[in-house]
C-alpha cells in the first residue's frame, strides 16, 4: 500500500487500518474536489456541494470474496459531514460514530469533520460484519467530535421526525429532498445553509419546514421576494396560501432568515410552527442582538 | 414561450396524472422555458421507432447474455428498426465500407457495456467492409483515440443505470467523454447534456444508439451509487437511431421497476430532465411516448412497459 503524499491525506489515511480480517487493502487513492470526477463520475458534485476538501479511497480484496471500499472525506467542518451524511438517510442506525446507517452492504458515518462510505461490493454475512468492524474501528481512530450545523437549533421539536433532517447549500440537492421549483428560486447558490425538516401531522400527514439562513437580511429578503414571486404569486402579499394539494404553505422572512411551511394540513398548524421558529431565533445570540 | 419556472404546484396540478419522478410530463411542457417545438406532438406527425429485444437465456457473470444471444437480438432489433430483413443490407444502410467507425462504450465499472454488445456490433460493422483497423471502440480514451479522432461514423452503446447526478446514465449522457472537462456539462443537475451532440467530435456522426438493458440499475446508494440489491435481471436491449427515444424508453422501464420494487412513484434521485429537454429545448431526439413507436420483440414477461 502507497502512502498518501499530501498532509491531509496522511491523517485522513491514518484512520482507516491496513486489513479488514484476511482482506489486505491495495493503494490508497487520493482525490480533491476537482479531480474527484475521475472517481465516482457525476456523483462527486454532491460532495462538491458539500464543499468537500479531500477523498482517500482505500479498497480491501481478497481472492474470491467480493471487495471491500473505504472513501473517507474530509469535508472541512463537522457541519458539512453531517450534511453530506444526511443527503441519504435510509437504512438501519448502525451506532458508528455521531451518525450512521447500513444498508445493502453500505455503512455511512460522520465523525467530526469527516464522512465515510464502507462499501462491500456485495452484501454477505461475513462482509456485513468485516465492514461494520472496519467502521468502527475508523470512527475510532478519529480524535475529535464536532457540532452539528446551528440551524437545527432553529426546528421546533413538536412533530419533528428527528431522523429525517437534511443539510445542504444549494437547490438541486433541496430538489433531491423535496421538489420546490426547476430553478433557484430561494437564491441558495451554494452560499447559503439549509436544513430541510419532516414533521408528522395526523395520520400519515406530513409537512416539511425548510429553514434557510443567508449571508446578510438584504438576501434573505431578495430571497423571499423571490420565492413569493415563483411559489405563491396570487398570495397577494400575504404569507400563506393553499395550494392545489389542498394543504397550506406559508413563509415568514426574519433577519437573515427565511423559514417555509410546506403541505401543513391547517393555516393555524403552519403558522403555530412558524411562531415555534421565531421564538427559538428569538434565544440565538443572534436573535437576542435583534432584539 | 414562458420563462416560468416549474414548481411543486405544477405538479401538484397535475399530479394525478403525472408523477413527480419523471418531469416528463407532456402537461408541463408550456412551462418549463422550452420552446416546445419538437414536443408538441401531432396526430399526423411521423413517429420514432425505437425496438425494444429480449432473450430469457441466463446472463453470463459479466452481466450478459451468451454472445450467439446477444449477436442474435442484436440483429433482430437492427432488422426491425430499419425494416430490411437482410442483416447485411440493414447494416449497410447504416454503414459504408470507408468510414472510420468509434464504437462508443461505457466501462463503469459495476455495469459496462459488456464484450459480448461491443463484438456483437463490430462483427457486423466489419462486414458491412469497414476494416478492422478503421475500428475503436472505446469510453474514457476517445478523445485521444485516433480512431475517434478520424471518426466519420459512431456507434453509441451503453448500459442504463440510475445517476447520482443526471437521474439516469443515459445514451444522450454517453458522449460526456467528448469533453475534457465533463463537469462543465453537470449545471442543473446535467440539464443540457444534449448539447454535447453538437461537438465537432460527434455532430451528425451517429448512426445507431444501443441501450443496453440486460442488468440495469434501478436505484443507487453511497458514494459510488451501486448495490446489487438495485440490478435485475431485465435481459435487455433497446435500440433506435434516435437516442432520445431510446432513452426516454430506458427510463419508463427504470421508473416502472422502482414503482414495483418501492410500491410507490418514488422520484428518481436527481430528475432525469435532460432527456426531456434534449427534446423540448435541444431538438436531438423524441421524448414524447406519443410520438415514439415501440417495436417489442422476444421474451415478454416482466417487460414492464
Known sequence: MSQPKAPGARVLASYIPTAAGPWL????????????FDYIDGAGEVYRSYNMKLLVARRFHKDGKPDIVVDAFDM???EDAFGVFTHDLDG??????????????????????YFLSVYAEEETAETKGLVLELGRAIAAAIPGDGPKPGLLKLLPPEGLEAGRVRFFHNHSVLNYHFFVAGADILLLEQRAGAVLAEYAGSGSAR????????????????????????YMPEAGGKAEVKTENGKWTAVRIRGRHIAIVFDEETEGKAGKRLDAFEALLAETAEGRKER | MSNRTITRRDFLKVASAAPLAGALAPALKGASG??????????????VRVVLVRDPSPLGSGGAPPAEVVQRMLDDAVRALLGEKDI??????LIRPEDVVGIKTNAWRYIPTTTEVEQALKRRVMEAGVAEDRIGIDDRGVLRNPVFQKSTALINARPMRSHHWSGVGSLIKNYIMFVPQPSAYHGDTCADLATLWSLPEVKG??????????TPLFHGVGPHHYAKEYVWDYKGLIVSRDPVAADATGLRIIQAKRKAFFGDDRPLQMTPHHIQLADTRHHLGVSDPARIELVKLGWEEGILI
Open chain 2, 205 to 214: 456522426k451517429t448512426r445507431l444508439n444501443v441501450l443496453v438493458m440486460f
Open chain 1, 76 to 78: 472541512g467542518s463537522s
Open chain 1, 25 to 36: 487493502s491495495e493503494a490508497d487513492q487520493v482525490f480533491d474536489a476537482e479531480t474527484i
Open chain 1, 207 to 230: 409537512s416539511r419546514f425548510l429553514v434557510v439562513e443567508y449571508a446578510d437580511p438584504g438576501q434573505a429578503a431578495r430571497a423571499g421576494a423571490s420565492f413569493a414571486g415563483a
Open chain 1, 92 to 113: 438501519e442506525d448502525a451506532a458508528v460514530g455521531q451518525g450512521s446507517t447500513y444498508k445493502a452492504g453500505l455503512l455511512s458515518f460522520w465523525k467530526d469533520r
Open chain 2, 88 to 93: 447485411a443490407k440493414a447494416w449497410k444502410t
Open chain 2, 34 to 47: 422550452a420552446s416546445g417545438t419538437a414536443g408538441a406532438a401531432g396526430a399526423a406527425e411521423e413517429k
